[in-house]
């Protein structure tokens, strides 16, 4: 394994490029060799627009590029040290590494996919899928560290082509336990906790990150905050920031679909909950993992407007929030 210690002056260029970058995004003044978060996609497992959709819901994204999203997925980011960390590995891998190279690039010493590991919330195809990438048809990484939770990593062991990846020594399974710190470096540990969802192939988790300065909080699946055993307004107040289930804005936004199928907190029905708390709380919300029919993904719907009224708002590719 190479060296973590690095000279400042080898370090300085990306420091650099961090101070010009932190007046973008909801990133505030900081240290430019501060930790941080690099929102990496917001849409829900299937991107935006979604295939074979071309209803009104995805048909502008089609004809115009711009509108489109990646998969939800965050980068951790330490420019001091120059390491980064996926959350989540999504379909849309190949575009948000060089997203994540062209923002944090990686030390020069270095081959591709320079990662210093991935962390899975959970084996819904949005959020692991991209591991593919890392095989020996493609990248052909060296032992990337993956953190997955028990089920998650027996599910990656015991079937094709996951457990190739691992057999090939792509990648380096490494177990996770609920509510324990997994310290990164020095500077930043992530703790993952189990949420109720659909857990047909592994148990599912949220994360807190933290870092020397701020703490956020990345729930991008739940069934229903009520199913929780514990508060989320409560755990929103121990964090600076709470990227959160957004996946649906309101109920009967699938028609003839049964929405009970597929549980999530309506985008609603998190406003409606949160609407009591002070500002400063509402303000840290930021609703991520939309699906292809949820409004909000647009700019200049009601939805959004109706979010940003409440004192919310919903995540955007490029954002970055210093830990």
Same mark, same amino acid.
């Given at each position: ?7 400042? !002056?080898? !370090? ?21 060799? *501060? ?42 980011? =330490? ?7 996926? +959350? ?25 996919? %320079?990662? %210093?590991?991935? &962390?899975?919330?959970? !084996? ?6 991209? &591991? ?66 659909? =857990? ?22 739940? %069934? ?25 804005? *309101?109920?009967?936004? +699938? ?19 949160? *609407? ?11 609703? +991520? ?19 940003? *009224?409440?004192?919310?708002?919903? !995540?955007?590719?490029?954002?970055? %929030?210093?830990?």
């Amino acid at each position: 394994m190479r060296s973590r210690l690095i000279a400042l !002056a080898g !370090a300085l260029p990306l420091l650099l490029l961090v101070l010009v970058l932190v007046s973008g995004g909801h990133m505030p003044a900081q240290r430019v060799d *501060a930790p941080f978060i690099l929102v990496l996609g917001i849409a829900q497992d299937a991107g935006y627009p979604q295939a074979g959709c071309e209803k009104e819901c995805c048909a502008a994204a089609w004809r115009d590029p711009s509108r489109r999203r990646s998969i939800t997925s965050l980068a951790i980011v =330490d420019p001091l040290s120059r390491q980064r960390w996926l +959350i989540e590995c999504t379909p849309d891998f190949r575009e948000q590494l060089q997203m994540l190279d062209d923002i944090a690039p990686p030390a020069q010493d270095t081959r591709e996919a %320079d990662l %210093d590991g991935i &962390l899975l919330t959970h !084996a819904h195809v949005g959020h692991y899928a991209g &591991l593919i990438h890392l095989g020996r048809e493609a990248i052909g990484a060296d032992h990337v560290p993956v953190f997955a939770m028990p089920r998650m990593k027996a599910f990656l062991e015991s079937n094709g082509p996951w457990d190739q990846l691992v057999s090939l020594g792509n990648i380096e399974l490494r177990e996770m336990k609920a509510d324990t710190a997994i310290q990164l470096n020095d500077r930043i540990a992530v703790t993952p906790f189990v949420v109720p969802h659909r =857990d047909e192939y592994s148990e599912t988790v949220g994360f807190r990150i933290d870092g020397p300065n701020r703490s956020i909080l990345f729930i991008p699946d739940i %069934d229903k905050w009520v199913k929780w055993d514990r508060r989320i307004e409560d755990v929103i107040a121990e964090v600076d920031v709470a990227y959160l289930d957004g996946t649906f804005y *309101a109920n009967g936004e +699938i028609p003839g679909r049964d929405m009970s199928e597929i549980p999530h907190p309506f985008i609603e029905e998190s406003m409606l909950r949160f *609407a009591s708390l002070p500002a400063k709380e509402r303000a840290k919300a930021r609703f +991520i993992h939309l699906n292809h029919t949820n409004p909000a993904l647009r700019a200049d719907s009601d939805a959004r407007a109706a979010i940003e *009224a409440a004192g919310m708002n919903v !995540a955007s590719e490029g954002d970055r %929030d210093p830990l």
